[in-house]
């Protein structure tokens, strides 16, 4: 797995306000049970870069990550991420799916059938050299699936949503130290002076603000996921975008800062 996404799980976790209190006084104090967990692990993440923190934490991961059965792969970029980090325990199949849905699940659960039987004999053959006594199993043993592991990516974000993830950083990051900046500026719409909206017709003056509407909700969902994100790696879970138990998130953007054009 790419280490730029637990670089980002990192940086999330530094916009935390109650994470960093819960640093600053060495986790120590009236501080929820979830906060004091990821501390213990964790660290003051805001007293070393992520090049000094990485080499010293990265032993959380274990480089191992949650199991998935299916993943959709929709273009060659996240075929060629998924084979490489899996490629030993993957099966590619190209389905057509035109075709009569029986007819698709029987021909994969024919060749499932086939792979995993001729998966399990090498296994055993494997066992054969060290055991000659090993008898043929019937379902893998991964060891490396037994490993204990004490935080995983929940779920395993594709190389697209790795971008949105960056992108959520970055204008979370622009809302919050530039409040001026309206939604609709951020998300690149034009700030016309009063002076030329004077000159526009009614009709002119009503697209201009529907369509800085549209862009600052775009923008507004943008800081509402990242909010989430933020409050879930307080108790230790990454990129998952589930609301938290707490509503801190209901008004991550009011409805001023969405028409405050």
Not at 165 to 180: E, I, T
């Amino acid at each position: 797995m790419d280490e730029q996404v637990y670089q980002l799980w990192y940086e999330y976790l530094k916009r935390s306000v109650l994470y960093k209190e819960c640093c600053s006084k060495g986790g120590v104090g009236e501080f929820k049970q979830h906060l004091k967990d990821v501390y213990s692990h964790f660290g003051d993440v805001h007293a070393l870069s992520w090049e000094e923190w990485w080499p010293t934490h990265q032993f959380l991961f274990s480089d191992i990550e949650p199991m998935f059965v299916i993943n959709e792969i929709e273009t060659k970029a996240d075929f060629d991420y998924m084979f490489d980090d899996y490629a030993d325990d993957l099966l590619g199949l190209v389905v057509n799916v035109y075709a009569p849905k029986e007819v698709i699940l029987a021909e994969i659960d024919k060749v499932l059938k086939r792979r995993i039987s001729e998966s399990l004999e090498q296994e055993h053959q494997q066992s054969l050299k060290t055991n000659p006594n090993a008898k043929k199993k019937k379902r893998h043993s991964n060891l490396a699936l037994d490993l204990y592991h004490l935080y995983g990516l929940n779920p395993i974000p594709s190389n697209k949503e790795i971008d949105v993830l960056k992108r959520r950083l970055k204008v979370y990051d622009v809302h919050k130290n530039y409040p001026s900046i309206t939604l609709a500026e951020l998300g690149g719409a034009e700030k016309l002076d009063n002076s030329i909206l004077e000159q526009m017709s009614y009709e002119e003056r009503k697209d201009y603000a529907a369509n800085n509407i549209v862009i600052a909700n775009s923008i507004a969902r943008d800081v509402y996921f990242a909010k989430i994100i933020i409050e879930n790696t307080e108790r230790g879970l990454f990129p998952n975008i589930a609301k938290p138990e707490s509503d801190v998130c209901d008004e991550a953007v009011s409805t001023s800062e969405v028409l405050g054009l």
